[in-house]
């Protein structure tokens, strides 16, 4: 089952494309994060995905209904947390919940209050005396206890202290186990998408760039340090899923999903060293070719 | 457990996790029958992906360091007959790179054994009086 599904999504605000051509499928039951730099169309992504943006083109479907036709029913599957959530500042944490409650027939008070506890939350306390970090666990309690299929949080753990952001992910990750339940995050930060999330895609110029299954990818990417002639550099660049060739002093740097096999036929090769790469270099690689 | 994730080392998690496990038996800290947590339990304790645990176990099992019955738990399996094998097996790699390297420095390999010997006897002198006290 796939809880999001989007092809070719595009959207552009006036002359400037955000995001062209957007192919993702975010799996049921999956914690997905959408990783990218400052400025890559994240928070546009999440937003088209919600409704509050209208796409200039391309078609996608969540929980099952086209994008766009977010009705009323629909929408309470879905909690989203942006990633500064705005509460009514003059009311207590207790009535923020309250508040909440009355909207939402899922409410389940029993979650609020076991996430409220976890956190250690100040129920007396008004939000506009909440630290940011306080803000974001609150945000996060009062997504969780409306029962949503799909969590769509925007850049979460932000403004956390490591105390607090390792609490937040235990949470997170503690309220991604119901099988039902679809989480889809951004993050520019590496650390927590690798320890959150089982599926990532990396948005970069306006595309999704790689996306699938976390150890999947981990485990196909490869540095391969190439001992061969200069002559060599065109053959290994044209091998499937070779992504950059870079020239070292007796051969080459090969980067990408690349089967040794292929590298050692390649006319002139004498050696390989291979390397695995981590989620961070696997990030650079794509950024910076 | 006493599995720590170093989220600076750029290693995957995954593999922190089966290294650690595998050193472990290796050590014989954990011993064969000695039963893991759960997937589940493992992930929410380290805080990181069931999915990542999963994968971790799933490399152990391959490596015939762990194995899954069906529903009922992760156990060490092997034990010390594991570790032999394990332990040959990586002395065969240490061997093979010493060798490596010596053909690259441009030694025959009766010289590269010659300083494996070498080697030995100045591993099993004792320390001249005054040094190498810090052991």
Redesign the interface.
Known sequence: MTAISLRGLRKRFGALPVLDGIDLEVPEGS?YGLLGLNGAGKTTLLRLLMGFLRPSGGEGDILGHSLGGLDTALRRRIAYVPERPAFYESMRVGELMRFVAALHPAWDQTVADGYIDAFGLPLGRRARALSTGMRTQLALVLALATDPELLVIDEPAAGLDPVHR?RY??VL??A??VPTRTVLLTSQDL?LV?????HFALLHERRIQVAG???EI?DAERRLVVQAPAEAGAALGALAGVRSVRPEPHGFLVTGRVDERLVQGVPGVRGIQAY?L????IFWSYVEG | MWLR?D??S??????QIAAQIEQAVMAGVLQSGDKLPGV?EL??EL??????VA?AYEELQQAGVIEQPRGRGTFVLGGPKLAQDERMRRLGEAAQALVAEAERLGFRPEEALAAVRRAVRADREPPPEGEGGDA
């Open positions: 914690v390792r992910l235990q990750l503690e991604s186990a650390g690798e320890r959150a999330c089982d299954p976390l150890t981990l695995g981590s989620l961070e270099e | 994730i989220s600076l750029g290693v995957p998690i995954y593999r589940r992930a929410v805080a990181v992906n069931p999915a990542t994968k």
